[in-house]
């Protein structure tokens, strides 16, 4: 699988002779969705990735075969993700910013100079102010080609005296460019030079590094601090009414750091929160490098769940209907398309990953049945590599549900829109429905999908509730040219899909809220299994205005054949790329065979690739936003 490979940039002249044409492959293709504004009072979270040195089997921007690779998934707690190596230059290879972006978090790049040879690199940006404003200008390139929205500058070397002003000045600088090219982003100062020039980490916000503070959109302090500095920080940041943009620094590795890390972290960020002051988590692939690949998911959701009180989840706004998740992480055993296994190998690619619930297994807390989950399962998928799958032992026997909160959300339903589930249950009568918390008119009510089967939802004395039928699966489609297409009824390894149509001109106009789903008996069982499981395999809410969506591949080619190292480039062109999720790339010899994915509308086949595909056909097929892709045989098509 592998392929083209995305790196840092490792010196002063890579930079400077940055052309865009040049890196055509790892130009991030998702836009930053927003999310609902938060109060100026809540502290904000960074991530700062720092697993391993970086460019791990995520620098491939056509995936791996490595299934087991680093993924992050619990978006809905950061505000903004830096990756991080210890490169000159680092950017994020696209995957991570396609995902990032897709769940409303800014994905940062980081500058860093450190040790002697970093020291020279650094002098060398700011030998003169044409120097820093030639390198500032070339980032403000980069940033904008990779579809970046800001940079780290991390500057651990000692600064000559004469030139401490010269690096405000470069700092001033980017910041203003960045913010003149790409509205939102944002530069952040590492706490690490001071006003002198020299290397002292200060551990707090103070006159010794508020000079680049004042320049720039934040600082990241280093992580030896305490609550007097942290008091102090505040202080100082509240002077200029930016006490957010001071974000305290969290080791994971527990180097310096209250708490000592690991899964004490809470601890440091208790602390920090305490003084309502932003975090800074540094190095989470903690949990990966030192707790064991094989129980990651197991432990990194632990490693969450510990903290999850102390981060604010973020709502999603409108900007994400049309709203479709198969609940994939970007990575499987197999690779699954309309619940049909379209490839046996197992693949890592995180500009596959969907939108992940913006609630866990925490909010089973304290609660009874206190064994009620909801976890991965790469068993099965309808589209990619996993699904989600709702654990409960028992579900009541009395039609009482057990509820499982998925998403928090302010979407305005303004037109009809199509809202549909699809889920795997294999227990005898054991049923499923959608609950979904809207506001309308000021008063707030739920809305109860449920299916024909059942005589009632759940058990509940809430008179305001709405309830609706799903609409067989085949006479709804044929309502809808596009879903009729692509969505033809056939054998999926017994994945089921509700449908329903919302009208607000029958509802009236509302706000959505929440999405749930809710496992219960219609009737009482005399017997029941003691756990019992639905998988989950795909939530939509489309406005029916996008149900109109044409998508069309044209123009496909091979651009390039290099017969030194055998790889055939491909291209084509997308007659509308925003709704377009990702590209499937299939051999029609010597049956049809998938060969990868990619984010853009070029793919590169390897050597041995281009030797299983002989003097086949090469088929280009678009996988759309809405949550499913378009008919091989309806898709462009290359000879070779």
Same mark, same amino acid.
């Given at each position: 699988m592998?392929?083209p490979?995305c ?6 002249e890579?930079v400077?002779?940055?052309?865009p044409?040049n890196?055509?492959?790892f130009?991030a ?5 927003k999310?609902i ?5 809540v ?5 700062c990735h ?5 460019y791990?089997?995520d620098r491939?921007?056509q995936g791996?075969s490595d299934a ?10 950061i505000?903004a993700?830096?990756y991080?190596?210890h ?6 290879p ?7 972006h897709?769940?409303?978090?800014q994905m940062?790049?980081?500058?860093? &100079?450190?040790w ?10 700011i030998?003169?102010e044409?120097?820093?404003m030639?390198? +500032?200008?070339k ?6 080609h990779?579809?970046?929205d800001? =940079?780290?500058v ?15 000045? #470069?700092?001033?600088?980017l ?6 090219v790409i509205?939102?982003?944002?530069v952040? =100062?590492y706490d ?8 002292r980490w ?7 590094n ?5 320049v720039c959109?934040g600082? #990241?302090?280093n992580?030896n601090?305490?609550?007097d500095?942290l008091?102090r ?7 200029s ?9 969290v080791?994971v590795?527990g180097?310096?750091?209250l708490?000592?890390?690991g899964f004490?972290?809470?601890?440091a960020?208790?602390?920090?929160r305490?003084h309502?002051?932003?975090? +800074?988590?540094?190095a989470?692939? =903690?949990?990966?490098?030192t ?8 432990n990194e959701?632990r #490693?969450?769940?510990?903290?999850h009180?102390?981060?604010?989840v973020?709502?999603l706004?409108?900007s ?6 198969s609940?994939?992480?970007g990575? $499987?055993?197999?690779?699954y398309?309309?619940g049909?296994?379209?490839s046996?190998?197992s693949w890592?690619?995180l500009?596959?990953?969907?939108l992940?619930?913006s609630?866990?297994?925490?909010q089973?807390? $304290?609660?009874t ?8 399962? &790469?068993?099965?998928a309808?589209?990619?590599?996993s699904?989600l799958k709702?654990?409960?032992n028992?579900v009541?026997k009395d ?7 998925l998403?928090?959300m ?7 829109a199509?809202?549909s ?5 294999e ?5 499923i ?5 809207v506001s ?19 058990k ?9 039928? %799903?609409t067989p699966?085949a006479t #709804?489609l044929n309502s809808?040219?596009?879903l ?6 056939t054998e999926?390894?017994?994945?089921t ?5 919302v009208d607000?001109?029958?509802? $009236?106009?509302?706000?959505l809220?929440?999405v749930s789903v809710?496992?219960f008996?219609?009737s +009482?069982p ?11 395999g795909q939530i939509q809410i489309?406005?029916?205005?996008c ?18 190292? $055998? ?7 997308c007659?509308?790329?925003? +709704?377009?999720k990702?590209?499937n790339?299939? &051999?029609?010899?010597p ?7 990619s984010n853009c509308s070029?793919?590169v086949?390897?050597n %041995?690739?281009?030797?299983?595909t002989?003097e086949?056909?090469?088929v280009?097929?678009p ?15 290359v000879?070779?």
């Amino acid at each position: 699988m592998a392929g083209p490979e995305c790196l840092p940039f490792k010196t002063v002249e890579d930079v400077l002779e940055f052309k865009p044409e040049n890196y055509q492959l790892f130009a991030a293709t998702e836009t930053l969705v927003k999310r609902i504004p938060t109060a100026r009072d809540v502290p904000k979270t960074i991530l700062c990735h720092d697993m391993r040195g970086g460019y791990l089997q995520d620098r491939f921007v056509q995936g791996c075969s490595d299934a087991d690779s680093y993924r992050f998934y619990h978006w809905q707690y950061i505000d903004a993700f830096i990756y991080f190596s210890h490169n000159l230059v680092t950017v994020p290879p696209p995957g991570w910013t396609n995902t990032a972006h897709r769940h409303g978090v800014q994905m940062m790049g980081t500058l860093i &100079t450190e040790w002697d040879d970093g020291k020279k690199r650094c002098h060398q940006i700011i030998e003169s102010e044409e120097s820093y404003m030639m390198f +500032a200008d070339k980032l403000v390139e980069i940033t904008k080609h990779y579809g970046m929205d800001g =940079w780290l500058v991390n500057i651990e070397n000692v600064v000559q005296a004469d030139r401490v002003q010269r690096m405000c000045d #470069f700092v001033t600088y980017l910041t203003k460019r960045l913010h003149d090219v790409i509205p939102g982003s944002q530069v952040i =100062w590492y706490d690490s030079v001071i006003n002198t020039g020299g290397l002292r980490w200060q551990d707090e916000l103070n006159e010794k590094n508020s000079m680049f503070f004042d320049v720039c959109d934040g600082i #990241f302090l280093n992580y030896n601090w305490n609550d007097d500095t942290l008091r102090r920080s505040k202080e100082l940041a509240n002077s200029s009414g930016r006490a957010m943009d001071v974000y305290v620094g969290v080791d994971v590795f527990g180097r310096g750091c209250l708490g000592g890390g690991g899964f004490n972290t809470i601890e440091a960020l208790t602390a920090i929160r305490q003084h309502n002051m932003s975090a +800074a988590i540094f190095a989470m692939g =903690w949990v990966y490098e030192t707790q064991g690949e094989a129980d990651f998911l197991q432990n990194e959701n632990r #490693f969450w769940r510990l903290l999850h009180h102390l981060l604010p989840v973020r709502v999603l706004a409108s900007s994400y209907l049309p709203f479709s998740t198969s609940f994939c992480q970007g990575f $499987g055993q197999k690779y699954y398309s309309q619940g049909l296994e379209v490839s046996p190998s197992s693949w890592h690619n995180l500009g596959l990953q969907e939108l992940q619930p913006s609630l866990t297994d925490a909010q089973f807390e $304290g609660m009874t049945p206190s064994t009620s989950s909801m976890t991965l399962d &790469t068993e099965t998928a309808l589209l990619g590599g996993s699904c989600l799958k709702l654990i409960a032992n028992p579900v009541p026997k009395d039609g009482s549900p057990v509820i499982y909160r998925l998403f928090c959300m302010e979407f305005e339903i303004k037109e009809p829109a199509v809202i549909s589930y699809t889920y795997k249950c294999e227990e005898v009568g054991l049923d499923i429905f959608l609950q979904c918390e809207v506001s309308c008119g000021g008063e707030s009510k739920k809305l109860f999908f449920k299916g024909d089967n059942s005589e009632k939802t759940s058990k509940s004395s809430d008179s305001s509730a709405v309830v609706f039928n %799903s609409t067989p699966a085949a006479t #709804f489609l044929n309502s809808y040219a596009l879903l009729k297409k692509c969505l033809v009824t056939t054998e999926n390894d017994k994945w089921t899909t509700r449908y329903y149509r919302v009208d607000p001109r029958n509802t $009236g106009e509302f706000t959505l809220t929440s999405v749930s789903v809710g496992l219960f008996h219609p009737s +009482a069982p005399t017997q029941q299994t003691e756990v019992q499981t639905v998988h989950l395999g795909q939530i939509q809410i489309i406005p029916e205005s996008c149900l109109e969506t044409e998508v069309t591949v044209s123009d496909t080619m091979v651009l390039k054949n290099d017969e030194d190292d $055998g790889t055939k480039t491909l291209t084509w062109k997308c007659s509308n790329m925003s +709704a377009v999720k990702y590209f499937n790339i299939y &051999t029609t010899q010597p049956s049809l065979q998938l060969l990868g994915h990619s984010n853009c509308s070029t793919f590169v086949m390897s050597n %041995s690739q281009s030797g299983t595909t002989g003097e086949g056909a090469v088929v280009i097929q678009p996988v759309l936003k809405l949550g499913f892709a378009l008919p091989v045989s309806c898709c462009s098509r290359v000879e070779l």
